[in-house]
């Protein structure tokens, strides 16, 4: 059969419970890059075009299932961790007979997409794939065993392997792709008959070859690919290796980063040229930068898109919103959800914005609340101010028209609205609306008391 007439079918095994991590949270659902182990395995395997994709679970099962189950994957038990074959054996009811199996795991998170497209090729209807790679340190892996003419006879796991083997660089990943007919006939035959008890998926090999079927090697040239997570300090190292990848992508193309080790990205960013990022910052979800924007130290963004040339001082947080073009935000602004400010806004120090619109060139500088509001253009906004925008049950809007000035610590108690060229006097409480180009007063009367007398100590 020619290869490429062979639908691809993915088992991810998952059901480790990594007692290593000390954590009540199967393994697979910690996170790298802000994102589950298990999930960038299930990205990469969709975007091989897979045909039927089985997740192999075991402990915390149910966590897995409800955090990552999507109708694209099928989740299966296994009830008692007898090894990586009597993993696979739980799916081969929902495999097809005309497939090509790929084996992944779940704890193994980097590998790519061109990695496993040159195993997945390298296999026809008479032959099975092993992803191999050569390390330096081979310690606690299965290796490669090989005749003199070069061909892979058999995998020795370490605590099987003699001296010489254990000598061996050349490494076993796990990952392996073999015709499902193949697959089905050859995992019944596997023994337990080893020091662990279990059932080795590498055994394959040794009943491919005297099945005379081929044997094929694909070699990853990176070890980071293939490099499982077993304990937390694990998970650490391949954070800063999976950070440090991404920030000399961006580097390569334009983007100066302070310090790449005091720099995260969480999740899908595009970033354009000349932006500059200093130290502390990070990003999550899905974020869309563009050119020349400069985001302080200590800034973080979660899916939002930040127009060119807008400057974030220190300590900006934004959630869930629109940055435009040429805007200040900071120090220690904080933009929540549903947030859109329009081309050359201004957030100043202290400021909260939540889903509310900030017009062109409009200004919120100082130790104020705008919440639930729609701000024309050229609206100053003063030190202290707030929107009161809750009554305790409902959410009310606060409108304000082009040009409005609002003076220092004047209170807007939503409903109301501002419309164009409305001035507030500084302390005010409005609770009315207030038309164009009037002034807005609502400030309690002064007393002075003559001869009073300070309070003294008893």
Same mark, same amino acid.
């Given at each position: 059969?020619?290869?490429s ?11 480790g419970?990594?007692? !290593?991590?000390? /954590?009540?949270i199967?393994k ?7 994102k589950p182990?298990?999930?960038?395995v299930?990205?990469t ?6 045909a039927?994709? #089985?997740v %192999? ?8 299932? $409800?955090?990552?189950g ?10 008692e961790?007898?090894g $990586? ?6 799916t081969?009811d ?12 779940g ?7 061109a990695?496993?497209?040159?195993l ?8 099975m794939g092993v992803?191999?790679?050569v390390?330096?340190d081979?310690?606690?892996l299965?290796?490669?065993i090989?005749?003199? /003419?070069?061909?892979i006879t058999?995998?020795v796991?370490?605590?099987?392997a @003699? $001296?010489?083997?254990?000598?061996? !660089?050349?490494i076993?990943? @796990? ?11 050859w995992?019944?035959?596997?023994s337990?008959?080893?020091? #662990?008890?279990? *059932?080795?998926?590498?055994?394959l ?7 005379g ?8 040239s990176?070890?980071k ?8 300090i #694990?998970l ?5 290796? *999976?950070?440090k990848?991404m ?5 390569k ?9 005091r720099?995260d ?5 595009t ?6 990022i200093?130290?502390?910052?990070i990003?999550? @979800?899905e974020v869309s ?11 973080i ?8 040339? $807008?400057q974030?001082?220190? *300590? ?10 040429s805007?200040q935000?900071g120090?220690?602004?904080?933009v929540r959800? @549903?947030?859109?400010m329009?081309?050359?806004s ?7 914005i939540k889903? =509310?619109?900030?017009?062109e060139? =409009?200004?919120?500088n ?6 639930? =509001?729609?701000l ?7 030190a ?13 809007k ?6 409005v ?5 004047a209170?807007l ?6 419309? /164009?060229?409305a001035? %507030?006097?500084a302390g005010?409480?409005i609770?009315?609306?207030? =038309?164009k180009? #009037?002034?807005?007063v ?9 001869g009073w ?6």
């Amino acid at each position: 059969m020619d290869k490429s007439a062979l639908k691809l079918n993915v088992v991810v095994l998952a059901a480790g419970k990594g007692t !290593r991590m000390a /954590s009540s949270i199967p393994k697979v659902l910690h996170k790298l890059a802000g994102k589950p182990l298990l999930l960038h395995v299930l990205d990469t395997a969709h975007s091989l075009n897979c045909a039927n994709l #089985q997740v %192999v679970t075991g402990f915390g099962a149910e966590a897995v299932e $409800t955090e990552l189950g999507d109708s694209a994957t099928r989740f299966v038990l296994q009830k008692e961790q007898k090894g $990586t074959a009597h993993a696979v054996m739980q799916t081969m009811d929902g495999l097809d007979d005309e497939a090509l199996v790929l084996v992944l795991y779940g704890d193994v998170p980097l590998i790519k997409k061109a990695t496993l497209q040159g195993l997945i090729d390298s296999v026809t209807d008479n032959s099975m794939g092993v992803l191999t790679c050569v390390v330096d340190d081979p310690t606690g892996l299965g290796r490669i065993i090989r005749d003199k /003419s070069g061909q892979i006879t058999r995998i020795v796991e370490e605590k099987d392997a @003699g $001296t010489e083997e254990k000598a061996i !660089r050349e490494i076993n990943t @796990g990952f392996m792709a073999i015709p499902a007919k193949r697959l089905k006939a050859w995992l019944p035959r596997i023994s337990a008959d080893n020091s #662990q008890q279990e *059932y080795y998926l590498t055994d394959l090999v040794e009943l491919a070859k005297a099945d005379g079927c081929e044997v094929v090697t694909s070699q990853c040239s990176d070890q980071k690919e293939v490099t499982g997570i077993n304990d937390r300090i #694990q998970l650490a190292e391949l954070e800063r290796i *999976y950070q440090k990848d991404m920030h000399e992508e961006l580097m390569k193309n334009g983007v100066s980063i302070a310090d790449p080790a005091r720099f995260d990205i969480r999740g899908n960013v595009t970033i354009a040229r000349d932006v500059e990022i200093d130290i502390n910052v990070i990003l999550e @979800g899905e974020v869309s930068i563009d050119a020349h924007v400069k985001i302080g130290a200590g800034c973080i963004l979660k899916n939002c898109t930040v127009g060119e040339g $807008t400057q974030l001082h220190p *300590y900006t947080v934004i959630e869930d919103a629109v940055i435009g073009k040429s805007c200040q935000l900071g120090p220690f602004a904080r933009v929540r959800p @549903g947030t859109e400010m329009k081309d050359a806004s201004k957030l100043g120090n202290f400021v909260e914005i939540k889903k =509310s619109i900030i017009g062109e060139g =409009s200004k919120v500088n100082h130790l104020s609340y705008v919440g639930d =509001s729609e701000l024309g253009k050229d609206v100053n906004i003063g030190a202290g101010t707030i929107t009161c925008n809750y009554d305790g049950i409902n959410k009310h809007k606060t409108v304000i028209g082009d040009g409005v000035f609002i003076g220092s610590n004047a209170v807007l108690v939503a409903p109301v609205e501002l419309e /164009s060229g409305a001035f %507030v006097a500084a302390g005010s409480t409005i609770t009315k609306n207030i =038309s164009k180009d #009037q002034l807005g007063v609502g400030r309690a009367k002064q007393l002075n008391v003559d001869g009073w007398k300070r309070p003294g100590n008893k």
